[in-house]
């Protein structure tokens, strides 16, 4: 088996369990989103609903509940997704919005994110909205919170999207927190439909596969069906469904397609929405289109009904629309797409390429259709070769190699200095000032070298030895968020961790697979405590608390 076919996905060296596989269920209520993303060859439209600051019974929240229901009347939706602090500013939760919908027989999908809540509450308020029959939720890690009660809120992610995946499929199959005495409680079924987000839209090879590589852990982790990022290039869109279709994952993947005006194109296009890139070309088509009499109005629906009529025709399950529109608009928009001949999309699709200038593409143009044919990039694919990974190993940091050496000598399983540090520490372990010898020399050399936090559960061999509770602003250990623009952190101006782990990692040959592990998930019982100690013991992540 080449290299470049391992890293396009066939034959990688762990495959996927699928535990949310999109199987179908005759069990499953012919109306529910599950049902007809996996039973059904309908393609499915989904409406984004944005929530309020302020009580439901505010006029805002009533005209949002008002155009759901218009929607739903009009044919035009078949589901609403509700946002969960969208932008990371605090708006009503979802569900207050959601109870409403399905009250009135209307299948929701709930945004449900990490930035505001740690595991006990996530794990609490899924288990509320399993309680009000909420089956479908969209686990995310969210955008970094914005603005609240008086400034900034304080992020949390305690634990990522990939970690919530796994903990909402594990709802009613165990208890995540053993009890203090006595056996853990029979928990009753929880029955949620998991989805995820995944962003093809970066036009970096060391920020794409990453993504990509992020997809398969929320595959693994359970994500029932995808949503795309928005995006106005159609040989991204397609370019994800042949990746999806190499690897052979078959959760269903809607088209996001948000309705652009001028004034959106311009926010947009000044990284002002974290994993939005509006192309140059895309941005000078939205200004003349901006001085049209009907400001763009006409140009814009027609270029969304383009969009969902580009996604039926490459077999994306659905489309989810979003954006600020009036009712019969978001059912224009619809009815527009319907009406286009079957073949018409493919003419859009050569029209709707709004790229950016040299981007990375994972496989060669196809030009004939002007989407992507099945061979990888060629340059891509000559930069896996054993030659090409030695030379890219002559350019690797110093300080890279000497800490690989480090932990393929002491801190590997195998390892032959393993035995002499688990030794070590197991004679140290109960012996507070030995321990606290041993913790200061390794504090004395981990801050300087990876500025540590002192976290005690440590993810530094899995993220090419680069910290993610000190650099990176989410504490992503799992992959990266869909945030980053141009390689860069949506916080600040630092470079993704995931990136910077990626290139380090391809010169040997290991990129493809820096996801392929247990998901991660930290302890906070070890904060302030050694982390080579529990490393050596057992204690950490990597040892008893590993998840498979």
């Known amino acids: 088996m080449g290299e470049a076919q391992h890293e396009s996905g066939e034959g990688s060296p762990r495959d996927y369990e699928h535990r949310f596989a999109c199987a179908t269920d005759a069990g499953l209520g012919r109306e529910t989103l599950q049902y007809l993303l996996c039973n059904t060859p309908t393609f499915v439209q989904v409406v984004e609903l944005v929530t309020s600051r302020g009580p439901l019974a505010s006029s805002k929240a009533a005209r949002i509940v008002a155009l759901a229901h218009d929607l739903a009347d009009c044919g035009a939706a078949h589901a609403f997704s509700i946002t969960d602090n969208v932008g990371g500013y605090p708006k009503i939760a979802p569900e207050a919005l959601g109870v409403r919908l399905r009250e009135a027989g209307r299948q929701v999908i709930v945004h449900l994110s990490c930035k505001d809540l740690n595991r006990n509450a996530l794990e609490s308020r899924a288990w509320t909205l399993v309680s009000m029959g909420f089956e479908n939720v969209l686990a995310i890690s969210g955008d970094y919170p914005v603005a609240g009660y008086r400034g900034r809120a304080a992020p949390v992610f305690d634990v990522d999207s990939v970690a919530l995946l796994e903990m909402l499929g594990e709802l009613g199959r165990e208890l995540l927190a053993p009890p203090a005495k006595g056996k853990a409680p029979v928990l009753p079924e929880a029955h949620l439909f998991p989805g995820a987000a995944v962003s093809p839209f970066k036009y970096r090879e060391d920020e794409l596969l990453p993504q990509y590589l992020k997809l398969g852990a929320k595959v693994n982790a359970g994500a029932g069906f995808f ?274 782990a990626y290139s380090r990692l391809k010169p040997y040959g290991e990129e493809g697979r820096m996801l392929e592990r247990p998901t991660t998930v930290k302890n906070g019982d070890l904060q302030g405590t050694s982390s080579w100690a529990n490393r050596f013991l057992g204690r950490d992540h990597a040892g008893k608390g590993a998840s498979s």
């Open 227 to 500: 949503i795309t990022q928005t995006g106005y290039d159609a040989r991204k869109w397609h370019e994800l469904l042949v990746y999806v279709a190499r690897r052979g994952w078959q959760a269903p993947v809607l088209a996001s397609v948000y309705v652009l005006t001028p004034g959106v194109t311009r926010h947009f296009a000044k990284g002002l929405v974290p994993g939005i890139s509006i192309s140059a070309a895309l941005l000078a088509e939205a200004e003349k289109q901006g001085a049209s009499p009907d400001k763009g109005k006409r140009f814009f629906h027609e270029l969304a009904a383009k969009q969902i009529a580009i996604a039926r025709g490459l077999g994306f399950r659905g489309a989810y629309l979003s954006g600020t529109l009036k009712a019969e608009e978001y059912c224009d928009i619809f009815a527009t797409a319907d009406s286009y001949a079957p073949e018409d999309w493919r003419v859009f699709a050569r029209e709707l390429q709004y790229a950016q200038g040299g981007g990375f593409y994972l496989f060669e143009p196809d030009p004939v259709t002007g989407l992507n044919a099945p061979d990888l990039n060629r340059a891509y694919a000559e930069s896996l070769t054993r030659a090409a990974r030695q030379r890219a190993q002559g350019k690797v940091e110093p300080i890279y190699r000497f800490n690989r050496a480090v932990h393929d000598s002491y801190f590997d399983d195998d390892a032959w200095g393993f035995g002499l540090g688990r030794s070590l520490y197991g004679r140290a372990d109960g012996h507070g000032k030995t321990m606290a010898v041993l913790h200061a020399l390794e504090q004395a050399a981990k801050i300087p070298l990876f500025d540590c936090r002192d976290c005690g559960d440590c993810s530094l061999p899995e993220i090419a030895y680069l910290c993610p509770e000190s650099q990176c602003a989410k504490n992503q250990r799992n992959g990266p968020c869909g945030g980053s623009h141009d390689g860069t952190c949506e916080v600040g101006s630092k470079q993704c961790i995931w990136v910077r």
